[in-house]
Structures are given as structure tokens and as C-alpha cells.
């Protein structure tokens, strides 16, 4: 069974710009969850998804938001990007229980 | 909101010793405790869990313990191998979804 992907690898961005990333979850997964990973504050949640609908939300602001559609898939977007979002953005999926496998994600670079 | 404490941030052990990391939560509604495994360039691998009602689980070489009432879990890795050299991570979570709060994570050294 194929893992989960995550696209681009690799992005890099001006301040001021937005960002769409993407989510394939595991083949039968339909909770999706979204993490910021950075060297100063670590693994931090950002949202998770579950049947196309945002079932939790970390503390983020309004800039972030995702979405998840009806094959499971999920994007995530930044909008007004600012330097101190250059992150690794990690996605993770499950059954919807509290087991979740995770991504490569995707490393954003704001310049 | 939950806090997640974990130590130590580096650890260097000799291949065959043992490492432990611990970490400690504040929130008494946290029941779901994971640990994964990072390696360089990859995402965080779930290498073992404990919920709230068992005290300690084992697999193989790695096992988790959990005292409730103190509110801190551990991670023991025995027989280490150079393999296991990571990043580990602790977190705490409720029973149901994946909004979990994470630990600063632990870097592992096992030296040959």
C-alpha cells in the first residue's frame, strides 16, 4: 500500500505571496491532519479533516486555512506569506482514530 | 491548552546500551500517548503508543511505560543499534483524532 504524498517536495516563495499544498492520504484514510515543523517551536498542529470537514484546529492564524474533498485528498493554503513561515509542512493520515502515518513533506522557503 | 515537556534534547549512547527518554503533560484529559522516529529528510514514523488505561507496552526493543498520576510516559530502546540514531518525539493527544500537542524531540546518537 502506497504511503503518504506529498506535493511539491521542495517550494520556495516571496513574502507576500500564497501557497497551495497538497495531500494524498493512504488509500482508505480519510482523516487528514496538517503540521508546521520548525526548528523554533517544532511539530506544531495546524488543522485536521475527517469526511470533508475541518474536525480540529491548532492556533494559526486566519492566513492558513485547508480543505479536504471527497476522495480525501487535501490541500492546505498560506496566504500573505511571511518569512517566519518557512517551514517543513507535514501531512498526516488515519482511519480517524488517533493513529496517523505521515508525508515527506513539503519544505517552504520564504525569501 | 496541553504542554508537553521532554528530555534530554541530545542523548549519545554506545550500540548495545540502552537510552530511555521521558517526557511529562499537563493536561489530565490527555489519554493517547505516541512516539515516533525522524529521520533525516522523512517525516515522523509512529514507533509505539500508550493509551491512559495500560501502564506499560513492549515491542521487541522498544517499549513505553506511563504513570498517570505523575502524568509523565518514558521511551526504552535496548540493545540500541546505529540505526535507531533520530529524532524522537513524544506527544499527547484525546481519544479520538489527531490533534496532538508534541514534545521539543530528542536527538539520539548510538555510536559504534
Known amino acids: 500500500k502506497a504511503g503518504v504524498t506529498q506535493t511539491p517536495r521542495y517550494l520556495i516563495k516571496t513574502r507576500g505571496q500564497q501557497v497551495t499544498l497538497s495531500c494524498s492520504p493512504i488509500?482508505?484514510?480519510?482523516?487528514v491532519s496538517w503540521y508546521q515543523q520548525t526548528p523554533g517551536q517544532g511539530l506544531q498542529f495546524l488543522f485536521e479533516y475527517f469526511s470533508e470537514t475541518q474536525r480540529n484546529k491548532g492556533n494559526f492564524p486566519g492566513r492558513f486555512s485547508g480543505r479536504q474533498f471527497s476522495n480525501s485528498r487535501s490541500e492546505m493554503n498560506v496566504s500573505t506569506l511571511e518569512l517566519g513561515d518557512s517551514a517543513l509542512y507535514l501531512c498526516?493520515?488515519?482511519?480517524?482514530?488517533?493513529?496517523?502515518?505521515f508525508g515527506p513533506g513539503t519544505r517552504l522557503t520564504v525569501l | 491548552g496541553e504542554n508537553v515537556e521532554q528530555h534530554p534534547s541530545t542523548l549519545s549512547v554506545q550500540e548495545g546500551d540502552s537510552a530511555v527518554i521521558k517526557c511529562t503533560y499537563s493536561d489530565s484529559a490527555s489519554n493517547y500517548f505516541p512516539w515516533y522516529k525522524q529521520e533525516l529528510g522523512k517525516g515522523p514514523q509512529l514507533i509505539i503508543d500508550i493509551r491512559s488505561n495500560v501502564g506499560e507496552k513492549k515491542d521487541q526493543r522498544i517499549a513505553v511505560t506511563l504513570n498517570k498520576t505523575a502524568k509523565h510516559f518514558s521511551l526504552h530502546i535496548t540493545e540500541t543499534q546505529p540505526e535507531d540514531s533520530a529524532v524522537y518525539f513524544c506527544?499527547?493527544?484525546?481519544?479520538?483524532?489527531?490533534?496532538?500537542?508534541f514534545g521539543p524531540g530528542t536527538r539520539l546518537s548510538v555510536l559504534p
Open positions: 488509500s482508505g484514510h480519510r482523516s
Open positions: 506527544a499527547a493527544g484525546e481519544d479520538y483524532g489527531q490533534n496532538f500537542v
Open positions: 498526516a493520515s488515519g482511519q480517524g482514530g488517533n493513529e496517523q502515518f
